[in-house]
């Protein structure tokens, strides 16, 4: 199982990967017709937000004391 810290690292390499390519991106995008141009474009922004939503989890997840996220006993 790969750690939160491991994610939260893979989270946020996938983001810089995502803003250094994207001068490269409009590069490719601007063969393609206006209306292919506008979908791959709107599918790049999705993956990014959800990307960042993602992060922002995880950095809450990881904000939260370890005993709290672990199931215990009933009393």
């Known amino acids: 199982m790969i750690t939160l810290d491991e994610r939260i690292a893979r989270t946020q390499r996938l983001l810089r990967r995502l803003e250094d390519d994207q001068p490269y991106l409009r590069v490719r995008l ?4 206006p209306e292919h ?3 791959a474009s709107a599918y790049a922004d999705r993956v990014r937000a959800e990307a960042e939503a993602e992060l922002q989890r995880l ?3 990881r ?3 370890y ?3 672990l199931p ?3 009393d």
């Open 37 to 39: 141009r506008q979908d």
């Open 72 to 74: 215990q006993p009933a």
């Open 63 to 65: 904000g939260t004391p």
């Open 67 to 69: 005993d709290w996220s």
């Open 59 to 61: 950095l809450t997840e």
């Open 30 to 33: 601007s063969a393609l017709g």
